[in-house]
């Protein structure tokens, strides 16, 4: 099988920080962009930050761009996402996925072939 399994999740408060994880199994993220989705409450999946395959290129949403940091290690063929100086509006789950091109492109959801469970952020006082 091919997953991805999100971990790192939590509570935390606002201003506070949380060390996402998407470990793959199965395969091997080394020719994989990988990007990372949020599904707040009643609203659509929206890409949040992508890396390219050997991590040389990374993308951010601008709601998060200068907070969030992508990061991967593909010897532990796991990216991560560090997240500092959270907000209440970063609440959502929190999914990886990979798509099979070098590079992000976008954040097609569709154009993304492996996805995780997901891990559900709560940022709350």
């Known amino acids: 099988q091919l997953q991805l399994v999100e971990s790192g999740g939590g509570l935390v408060q606002p201003g506070g920080s949380l060390r996402l994880s998407c470990a793959a199994s199965?395969?091997?993220?080394?020719?994989?962009?990988i990007g990372w989705f949020r599904q707040a409450p009643g609203k659509d999946r929206e890409g949040v930050s992508c890396?390219?395959?050997?991590?040389?290129?990374?993308n951010y949403a601008d709601s998060v761009k200068g907070r969030f940091t992508i990061s991967r290690d593909n010897a532990k063929n796991t990216v991560f996402l560090q997240m500092n100086s959270l907000k209440h509006e970063d609440t959502a789950v929190y999914y990886c996925?990979?798509?099979?091109?070098?590079?992000?492109?976008?954040?097609?959801?569709?154009?993304?072939?492996?996805w995780g469970q997901g891990t559900p952020v709560t940022v709350s006082s």
């Open positions: 996925a990979a798509r099979s091109t070098y590079y992000c492109f976008g954040y097609q959801p569709n154009k993304y072939n492996h």
């Open positions: 890396i390219s395959g050997t991590g040389g290129s990374t």
């Open positions: 199965g395969f091997t993220l080394d020719y994989y962009a």
